[in-house]
């Protein structure tokens, strides 16, 4: 691992073909020697929050539902969360871990605002995207994934069907022609 991908984005490129991750965008929650875990940002379902989570339901971000954070424990619920601004820099604890300043993982265990703090936004995901130590840099280094910088939006998008290509398009040079580009260029 040369850098760590920590609170950057991961775009599928057009080579990345396993249906698990095609035309995805993932959030990098964790990336060190050990590994990265992250969340898929673009694939929410029509699962409400409110029928599992119903504590959780005033700092959701819209849609309100689970999103498919990737194929590892999709049993396990995952909660990317931002604090409100007063409350950035917030200590690990048992119940929050930091992605960074204000954004961090929320364990679903704790009360709400009781353990963490106020949050400004939440989403909840069912599993995530992990890679075992090296992984994920090969598969960028082979052009599997994009690496991008997060707007700090993109996590809690009101409209994730467009986020692809909205991360595609406000890239320079060619890599935003990619925000077109059909699923199946054959097709085109």
């Given at each position: ?20 991750f095609t035309r995805t965008v993932v959030f ?25 989570l119903p504590g959780w339901v005033e700092p ?62 939440l989403r909840v995901f069912a599993g995530y ?60």
């Open positions: 691992m040369e850098v760590s991908l920590t609170g950057r984005l991961l775009v599928a490129g057009p080579r990345l073909v396993d249906p698990n990098v929650c964790r990336h060190s020697g050990e590994g990265a875990l992250g969340v898929v940002l673009n694939r929410p379902t029509g699962i409400a929050v409110a029928d599992a959701l971000a819209p849609p309100h539902v689970v999103f498919i954070g990737g194929p590892v424990q999709p049993e396990m619920a995952v909660a990317l969360a931002r604090l409100t601004p007063e409350h950035a820099g917030r200590a690990e604890s048992d119940a929050w871990t930091p992605i960074n300043a204000r954004l961090g993982l929320v364990d679903l265990a704790s009360p709400p605002d009781d353990e963490v703090g106020p949050l400004e936004s995207a992990g890679w075992g130590p090296g992984q994920l840099d090969f598969e960028v280094s082979s052009g599997d994934w994009w690496v991008l910088p997060a707007d700090d939006d993109d996590p809690f998008t009101a409209a994730p069907g467009g986020l692809r290509r909205r991360v595609l398009r406000r890239q320079p040079g060619p890599v935003s022609l990619f925000a077109d580009f059909p699923p199946d260029p054959s097709i085109n």
